[in-house]
């Protein structure tokens, strides 16, 4: 399936937005009244969404972004490759915005820990919205939500520690001995 959303050359990346250019954008009504759209598009049945508290967590998101893409590259690793640091400044955007979405919602809702193209879930589509404020290099919130959940399974298993996972995910393994029910 080809992209939804072309990727800026690097050449080309637009400067990161001011201040005063955040907070006009992550204010204004008309922002708000798309993400309540984007949130209950397709929802069989009506949830609580106080967008107010995710506009103010998506604005505090951005000025994150906004001063982690102006710092220079870190050393990568092979145990730790690291991205250009605006990429990583999307990374950590994004999960910003995942906070403020289950903030938003009162953990009623929680952001998907991956995303497909086929079915875009409510979260997916409300960052959707999100990145073209930030002028984010990455303008795909699918690809951006998929490397998250990478991550987590990377550091995850690093630690020896279980995936996230659904809670009632049947494929989790059973601990030996454990009776079969």
């Known amino acids: 399936m080809p992209r939804k959303t072309p ?9 990161v937005p001011t201040d005063d250019a955040l907070v ?15 949130f209950h598009n397709g929802a069989r049945r009506k949830l609580r969404f106080d967008v107010e508290v995710f506009a103010a967590g998506a604005l505090s ?4 972004y906004a001063v982690e893409a102006a710092r220079p590259a870190r050393p990568s690793t092979k145990a730790y490759p690291r991205k250009p640091p605006r990429t990583e400044a999307a990374l950590t955007f994004m999960m910003h915005l995942q906070l403020a979405y289950a903030d938003a919602t009162d953990g009623e809702v929680m952001p998907g820990f991956t995303a497909t193209w086929i079915h875009l879930g ?3 589509r409300v960052a959707m919205l999100c990145l073209p404020l930030i002028k984010s290099p990455i ?3 699918v ?6 959940q990478k991550r987590a399974d990377q550091v ?19 601990s030996p ?4 029910t």
Do not use: C, H, Y
């Open 139 to 141: 303008l795909d919130a």
């Open 61 to 64: 998101a951005a000025r994150s």
């Open 143 to 148: 690809e951006l939500i998929n490397i998250l």
């Open 156 to 174: 995850a298993d690093r630690r020896g520690q279980a995936r996230r996972g659904k809670p009632n995910d049947r494929r989790r393994k059973k």
């Open 122 to 124: 409510p979260f997916a």
């Open 7 to 15: 990727r800026p050359s690097r050449s080309k990346l637009p400067p």
């Open 177 to 180: 001995g454990a009776p079969n």
């Open 24 to 38: 006009v954008a992550f204010t204004a009504q008309v922002f708000k009244d798309a993400v309540v759209a984007a």
